[in-house]
């Protein structure tokens, strides 16, 4: 499922800027206790990113690794990049860096996802992050999710996945542990009262 680009005016699908989250049971495991921030949802298929798991490799590790800096400028790198979050975006080409962001910060190759959050997928977000030119709220995401046509369907279907609307703090919030709770909250659901046979949003 490939995204347009920022000049095709595409039409969004009724699950873009919505927040999937795994039902108890979820047979695939690398979406168990997901939350996933759906960025493309059309009759061709779905794409979007699990925002509530970590993953080992830092900014520094990742600059480092683009050749934009060296050993020395990574000692030297300031508290907002050193800091700055970088998660396991999905099962999907989880070589590929993606970063969601606030729509402060617009490129040539950033498409909006929904009216304020954006994704851009190119190198040069990466350096304005790097010299605190970057986003307002943003998070890198390693690998994506994706699904074929009709398949995300029929995943809501058989009860795989509740959905709702997403929120800013929510999406861009660096507590990953109790997120997936707290996305069950955004539809007064007690996660101890989740079962298989709980209806759909």
């Known amino acids: 499922m490939a995204l347009s680009s920022k000049t095709d005016l595409r039409e969004r699908g009724f699950l873009d800027g919505q927040l999937l989250i795994a039902m108890p049971g979820m047979p695939d495991g690398n979406f168990a206790r997901a939350v996933v921030y759906i960025c493309a949802h059309s009759d061709a298929g779905a794409m979007g990113f699990i925002i509530n798991r970590s993953q080992s490799v ?26 700055f979050p970088i998660q396991c975006g999905g099962p999907v080409e989880q070589n590929r860096g993606f970063v969601l ?14 009216d304020d959050i954006s994704l851009t997928a190119t190198l040069d977000i990466v350096r304005a992050i790097s010299d605190g030119r970057g986003p307002r709220h943003a998070t890198m995401l390693l690998g994506y999710a994706g699904w074929g046509p009709g398949q995300l369907e029929e995943e809501i279907a058989q009860n795989g996945w509740l959905h709702c609307a997403a929120t800013e703090s929510l999406i861009f919030d660096r507590s990953l542990d109790n997120k997936y709770d707290r996305a069950l909250g955004l539809m007064g659901i007690n ?11």
């Open 58 to 83: 830092t900014f520094a590790d990742l600059l480092l690794h683009l050749e934009l800096i060296d050993r020395n400028d990574a000692i030297m790198l300031p508290d907002h990049a050193r800091h």
């Open 101 to 114: 962001h606030s729509d402060d910060y617009l490129s040539d190759s950033s498409i909006p996802v929904s």
């Open 191 to 201: 996660p101890a009262m989740l079962s298989m046979d709980a209806g759909h949003a």
